[in-house]
């Protein structure tokens, strides 16, 4: 199981247009740089928590937990796996 491009492309582009287009059409005011830094600062960090979580999926860190009669049972129908006792 690998990355697929098409997610990583489309989430990216959301966050792009939330981080680089949206800053451009707030509106003139005195807080126009507050609220510019605010959108850009919130598309990235959702990027990175979305772009976080996406990756931890093709490699977890916890695997199932199994009853060793399972296990057993597995090594024993797959006589090519080797497991210690």
Do not use: D
């Amino acid at each position: 199981m690998g990355a697929s491009i098409i997610p990583l492309l489309l989430f990216t582009a959301l966050w792009a247009i939330v981080g680089i287009v949206l800053p451009i059409f707030v509106p003139r005011s005195t807080n126009r740089g507050i609220l510019q830094v605010m959108l850009m600062l919130t598309a990235f960090t959702c990027w990175l928590f979305w772009l976080c979580c996406y990756m931890a999926q093709m490699n977890p860190l916890i695997g199932p937990k199994l009853p060793k009669n399972t296990i057993l049972m597995m090594a024993r129908e797959w006589s090519h796996v080797q497991f210690n006792q």
